[in-house]
């Protein structure tokens, strides 16, 4: 069955506007990874790699980054030839590999949350406090709903 929605009523055309929202907002972002030699890839990997306790194993960040294995193998390289990680043993089972974040990778990953933070303020610059406040709590609406509903 084809659903096709009528542009004239409020939520018609809010598949395509949260679309083009959301690569704007990647564009932005991007624009601001590119004095800091990171791809967006690369900065969700660090971002991932820095949400564990301990260094994460590299079938652990493919599966949170939703990717192949040799898809984190490729980004690691590049991210331990710039410094910014490193590849650790896991004491428990040599055969294991961990990435660490380096004290390098740890300030580029403070560098990237104000890049984004820059690349959101500049999308949000039109709305009003109150505009914010309100777009905010439907998002929290939104980030709070059962993502197996989707």
């Known amino acids: 069955m084809n ?3 009528d542009p004239a009523e ?6 395509e506007q949260l679309l083009r929202l959301t ?22 990997l660090l971002r991932v790699a820095a949400h564990h306790d301990r260094p994460p194993r ?8 939703d990717v192949v294995p040799r898809a984190v193998t490729t980004l690691v390289d590049a991210l331990e030839a710039g410094g910014l990680v490193h590849r ?14 380096t004290p390098d990778g740890e300030a580029t990953l403070d560098r990237l949350r104000t890049a984004r933070r820059v690349a959101a303020e500049e999308l949000l610059a039109p709305l ?3 505009q914010r406040t309100h777009l905010a709590e439907l998002l929290e609406t939104l980030v709070g709903a059962d993502d197996n509903a989707c």
Do not use: C, S
């Open 3 to 5: 659903m096709v929605t």
């Open 10 to 15: 409020p939520a018609g055309n809010l598949p």
């Open 23 to 44: 690569r704007r907002l990647h564009r932005a972002q991007k624009r601001h990874l590119e004095p800091l030699g990171i791809t967006p890839a690369m900065a969700r």
């Open 58 to 65: 590299m079938v652990d960040l493919a599966q949170r980054l």
């Open 88 to 101: 650790l043993a896991d004491p428990a089972n040599r055969r294991v590999v961990r990435v660490a974040l």
């Open 128 to 130: 009003t406090p109150a």
